[in-house]
């Protein structure tokens, strides 16, 4: 009986061991946690971890951009504009993580030149931004991302219909002049600011892309280019000297209408004839009849375009006399 006894107890013992090897061999493992992917740049894992496209707003729309392009073996990383942030990336806990090493929103503290340094680091060798250092944006304290958007697939300055939004928020005065009656189509989306200025930097007067207005100016208007047989000299010095470029009250973007324009350089006493200012009997020795406000005076229709039509300049040989310059 006692041997009995033993014999159960071990085939008890035998069953218990069995099971038991049995159970440990059907018990799931732990799931071995994947490294993570890269998302959207080459190395982004270590911030995609976090950062998602649950972000607002959605960082991960640098992939829209030209950022974004894994093809492009320029194709930067977050590091490379935000560097390494350790102490960001590795932060646990629920209180609020250190900000990275560079930050570039509205409330940031990392330096305009840090900030700049991050985009110049690659785009200092395109042409269009050789003159950036010393120019006047940059002299400002004027950051890349004062105009530039990275993170969104819609950058506003890169854009000719909302380019001028982001240029009028420093420069009021033009945004007035461009609503005037007289203005080049840049409301309507027809020419944008960057058309006519480099904004970063240029070797001409107002961040203009050429060297010169006039240079500027005749990309478009290349009719009044010349050279001509006979030039007027205001339009060859420079054009702004009756134009506004960015909008007035008169007609062509005129400074002032005629015939006022034309008297801040032209007496009427000077004008040969005395025509503008007929006043029944005109002589020299009585010149103030020779008053384009006296009202038997304004015979030419207060325009001296009536006459004078080609006053940019002319080939004509009929202005080979004064009497006719820059008539038709």
Known sequence: MKVMRHLLAACICASVFIAGASSGADAPTAPVKEAPTDLVLKGDAKCTACHDEADSPTLLSIGKTRHGTHADGRTPSCISCHGESNAHADHKGSNKPPKPERTFDKNTKTPVAQRNDACLSCHQKDSKRHNWPGSVHETNGVACTSCHQVHTGQDKVRDKRTQPEVCFSCHKEQRTEVNKPSHHPIVEGKVSCSDCHNAHGSMGPKLLVKNSINATCYTCHAEKRGPFVHNHAPVTENCANCHNPHGTVANSLLKVRPPFLCQQC??????????????????????????????????????????????????????????LRFWR
């Open 266 to 323: 032209h007496d009427t006493v000077s004008h040969i004839g005395n025509v503008p200012g007929v006043a029944g009997s005109v002589t020299v020795a009585n010149p103030a009849s020779n008053n384009l406000n006296n009202s038997v005076g304004n015979t030419q229709g207060r325009a001296c375009l009536n006459c004078h039509t080609e006053i940019h300049g002319s080939n004509s040989s009929a202005n080979a006399s004064k009497a």
